[in-house]
């Protein structure tokens, strides 16, 4: 364990990081078919971490008079292929001499990724790591009677490598059953994953129906949200309704009844005859 944290400690700290604002997160690359900033302070290939959800711009120049082009692999199938631009992948436009900015939103999944220049795409490229949480709940969908109280598990995953403080609220609608967590916030490591439970619990005069349980998380910067289905079934028309039994018991009894009945003239009849 301790040799697993050592040896990604010293791989993190072998990579060289931009270190980027929240807010307007922006990235210089210089192109140089030998690397992205080749011989420059931040170093060769920088990693670039971005948050799931943010806009990033990249600010693109060439150092060496050869044409380039930024491309984030979106979809890992290698860098080479301009064909994926536009589609799945995203592309710069191609640059040399002038310089060029690139901006475009982090709106694919969290995890890693690379980037390449797809003209030099065997030397030009680096990490591209998008932090975000996963957020998940088992089971994902509740039943419960008027008056009783059921649970969710809610799981929230760290993924490419985000790390911290997520918090936690939740609520129903239409108004009705009431919600709650235990605990409010998670703190989860780097590709850990950590649980809250989302208790819904329901009185004798929740109106039975079909509501929807939102659970949302929240760092201040990332936030997601789940939402769970909460089925409430009438108290009565389960527990108070004619059951099988009562039925059988009652369609038993006209039977039996009908049964006396024709057993009682016929000895009527057979007394008469006799007479
Ligand atoms: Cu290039």
Redesign the pocket.
């Known amino acids: 364990m301790l040799l697993l944290v050592l040896g990604f400690s010293l791989q993190t700290a072998n990579l060289p990081a931009i270190p980027m604002t929240p807010a307007t997160p922006q990235v210089s690359l210089i192109?140089n078919?030998f690397a992205w900033n080749y011989s420059y302070p931040s170093g060769s290939n920088p990693q670039i971490t971005v948050l799931h959800g943010q806009s990033l711009t990249v600010q693109l120049s060439s150092v060496d008079m050869?044409?380039?082009?930024f491309v984030v692999d979106v979809d890992n199938d290698g860098g080479g292929d301009a064909s994926d631009c536009g589609t799945v992948d995203l592309c710069s436009a191609p640059f040399s001499t002038s310089p060029t900015t690139f901006s475009f939103s982090i709106n694919f999944p969290g995890g890693e990724y690379t980037y390449y220049?797809s003209?030099?795409p065997m030397t030009?490229f680096g990490r591209f790591v998008v932090q975000d949480f996963g957020f998940a709940s088992s089971p994902s969908s509740l039943a419960l009677m008027q008056g009783s109280v059921t649970s969710s598990a809610i799981t929230v995953t760290s993924l490419g490598g985000f790390v911290g403080k997520v918090n936690l609220t939740a609520s129903v609608l239409p108004t009705g059953p009431v919600a709650s967590l235990n605990p409010t916030s998670i703190r989860f490591s780097a590709d850990g994953s950590a649980s809250s439970t989302l208790t819904i619990s329901t009185s004798r005069t929740t109106p039975e129906g079909v509501y929807t349980a939102t659970v949302s998380a929240t760092n201040g910067t990332l936030s997601d949200s789940i939402a769970l289905p909460v089925t409430v079934t009438s108290a009565v028309s389960i527990g108070g309704s004619l059951p099988l039994w009562a039925i059988a018991a009652g369609a038993a009894t006209i039977i039996a009844v009908a049964v006396a009945a024709i057993f009682v003239r016929g000895r009527r009849k057979r007394a008469s005859k006799r007479s």
């Open positions: 192109g078919a050869l044409p380039h082009q220049c003209v030099h030009m």
